[in-house]
């Protein structure tokens, strides 16, 4: 079967070191993959998670390398906490190991740090520790990585619409004069640009309740790849689809 027009497929890409096109400011990535990445190689699920983690840090690195000004990675969303608990615990202690280890590690390099999602389902301790990492990168001029965490798009945005409602029923807030900028707000992604481009790994084609609002005009990037054996190549491989890409915003072609 010829490959779906706009679905990106990894074998027949541009690879390489050279950059084609602008960069995008603004990177999402939904990292999946890691199961069958494991299965593969007849391993436990907990195997694949673990090489997913060391996969995130070959791609914040070549975010930072390529100039990419924001990383956003779903890295468990409001869904997940169906999984098997004994899953949910590896993830949650893959979170904890990160944090404890290589937060010092991401300030000294300048990046700063923000979780979205409903955290506090991760427990105190946990939140305490997402807090001490946000504290101490606040103030840093590199990368924003934001790390998706219980997190899901259509909760984001009906936590925007209430803080709306409260407002309007306050006497605030006029039901007409709200704009969507207004909206975007009160998104946990405040003050982030719209991702440019959203990275799907594993051969999977949809958006899985991230970033529903803020993905209105990015381009979609589906790869084959399955997110453990993401490198910084994929990365490269990302930059040069989207920078083939002609984004027009609903405007007629020039
Ligand atoms: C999807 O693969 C991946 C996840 C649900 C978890 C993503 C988490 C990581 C990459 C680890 C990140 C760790 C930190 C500390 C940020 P899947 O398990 O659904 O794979 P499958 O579809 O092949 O089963």
Redesign the pocket.
Known sequence: MPPLAGVAQTGALPAGPSLTGPVPKHVAI??????????SRGLP?AA???A??E??TRCLRAARANGVDYLT?????SE?WR?EPS?VAD?TG??R???RHKVAELHREKVKIRFVGEVGRFGQDLCAEMARAEALTEGNSGLTLL?A?SYGGRSDIVHAARALAQAVQCGDLAPDAITEDMLARYLLTAGVPDPDVIVRT?G?HRLSNFLLWQSAYAELVFLET???DFDEDCFTRVLNIYGRRERRFGARPA
């Open positions: 939904i990292m999946d993959g890691n199961g069958r990445w494991a299965a699920r694949g998670h673990k997913g983690a996969a995130v990675l779903y890295a468990f969303s997940n999984r899953e993830l893959l979170l190991f990160y944090l790390l965490l594993s999977e399955l997110w453990p």
